[in-house]
């Protein structure tokens, strides 16, 4: 029947050609009449970097720009790491009023779904015993066995532990089973010197194949992207995208003049680096220090779902029958639907520099794009790179060492020109922002696979030398008090300091916005040694409260530290002591100030002149609070006692408490004893009817049942006694809460 229906369709088919031929030529111009097409796109044109922004996140922002006549192919080169990235940020514009065709790029299939289209059913790892097991029922020659080349089928592979030396150690060796030829089985060790090739051309070809596939695992290579532009005449063409590079890093210099000024020369360096598949030729390079949320999706890759695989019934066939009708119509054939699980993948389209990318000519003032809220434009201080402070100048070059200033935005309304960064003075407002930027005034160039250091700070700044030292850190540290009056806030990163031409030390700093000051310790002071010398508390109570059943006592505490500080050197020395601050109303003493207050501290400026000591005594003072429940369910006759002595002016309101106390806590002890002669009584009761039923029918029982009669007497007396006492304490008890939660008392030292 298939043959049949396969026959007509194919009889159909030709029948129509041969009408269209009938049909003379116009009948063909009107079928093959196509619609208007637009003109395929020319050969494809590379389009360069022009922008690129590095953030502290490790992505970086990338734009090419070019222009692009007609319909064009546009080509830009990625790495296969960067292309996950790039397909979940990728935003082309044509400024011309053209339009994006289509982008495609070189695709790869995941090894595991490649070795699939292979009869070798191998996997990615293989061993030595996998790869004769995918040979089994091959012809193959093997060469080196004993006897001779042999020529044959392979029919198996086994493994056998044989002993090893005299010893119980075993080895497994390993041997083939080969059918030869004239139909003889043969068994041969599988040894270094044994080889085995496959006779069969196809066999071989697919080996060859699978190698390949293993080798191309560790090729990276490249990826090429290429847009389709169509348009009409000469067009601006932007591409930008967001892709993962190395995070950039900041080093600084701290230069100290041979002639103490005050001020140190501070240079500020990014090291930049270009792993990416293409050259940044004379880009614009920008540095962020923020960190804007970003993640990786693998677009890239080809995904495969998992389908559920449904057997196909085997089950056997049964004679004929006949049954009864039913009232309805039984669908016998329910058909198995198999819903596939599809995974939704969300890209997320993010350009870190939306808003920011229209700018006019560089070296004048740059608007920004507030479309998207995105953050205004401000300057840089006094960061016209002349040369450096050790009389080297920066000379323009591929390595991205460029001469020239640099600005930086931040989230504020002001807009600022170039040239206003040179101006002393000029010092940003915007003192604590978390997104600051550097973007270079000069194009850079870095090729692919190098790296630079690149000019974001020039600038003299107030710096001062001190020891800093901190009970935590008992070792003295030589440290650098540094104030940044520049527009940049400097970010984080290593520093080295240089004093009379000598290095001096190196360390770490934490960004320093515009106008604040930081300690930057870089080597420890062996001349300088401080201790605490004397510690002293003194407790003064100032203030009582008593309501509803609370007592708060409220103490002035009066602590004092001082500290010693010995300069061994020849050199006089500022030492800054850090001492802990306290919270919760505590204050210096008056007189006393601070020259620095941090949250947790206070720091002291100490003079201390070359060889001498120099003290300093800190005192502060604060409240501490007591707070005590009173209760009736705990004896608190003691503290109440010894707070009407401090306080003689609470006698009168805590003297029936007090006393109330007292006969709650003789009932307790009346109602002990009384359980103990219950006890007591209760065991006699006990030992006497024992005693009584032991003698039964004895003369002297009848001196036991008197005293099991006065034992029960007893016992039945002193129950009541205790049930008395309970109900007296209950009383006690409402009428100390009474008393406890009626109490309304205030004192304080200053009104006595």
Known sequence: MRRILAGFCLAAFTLTLAAQSAAGPTAKAKLAAPQAQPAPPQ????????KVVLYKNGVGYFEHAGTVSGNQRVAIDFTSPQLNDVLQSLTVLDEGGGRIAGVNYNSTTPLAEQLKTLSLGMSDDPTSTELFQALRGQRVEVLGAPGGPITGRLLSIESRAEKSGTGDNTVDKFYLSVVATSGAARVIELTPALSVRPLDANLQGQLDRYLELLSSTHSTGLRHLTLDALGQGQRELRVSYISEVPVWKSTYRMVFPRVPNGNAIVQGWAVVDNTVGADWDNVQ????????????????????????????????QLTPQTHEAAEFKQDMGAANNAQLDRTELAAKLFAPTAGLTQYESMGTARKADRSHGAPATATAANTGVAGSVFGNGYGAGSGGNVAGGLYQRSERDALYHVSDAIQAGDVSTNAFDDFFEYALTQPVTIHKNESAMVPILQQELPAEHVTLWSEREPTPLRAVWLENKSKLTLDSGSFSIFESGEFAGEGLLDPIHPGEKRLLSYAADQAVRVKVADRDNRRTLHHVQVAKGVVVETHMDVVSVTYSAVNHGEADRMVLLEHPRRDNGWSLDEGLKADETAPDLYRFKLPVASHSTAKLEVRERGPEHTRVDLTAGQDQTFYLLDLVKRVPDALDKLKPVIDAQTALADLDRRINESKKTEETAAADETRDRDNLTALKGNDAAKRFVDELNRAEDLLQATRKQTADLEQQKKAAVDKLNELIAGISFDWDVKAK
């Open 285 to 316: 390079l920008s540095l962020v220090a923020g960190a804007p949320q970003s993640f990786i999706q693998p677009l890239s890759q080809p995904l495969y779902t998992r389908r559920p695989e449904i057997p196909i019934s085997t089950e056997a």
């Open 43 to 50: 050969v494809v044109k590379d389009l360069p970097v022009r």
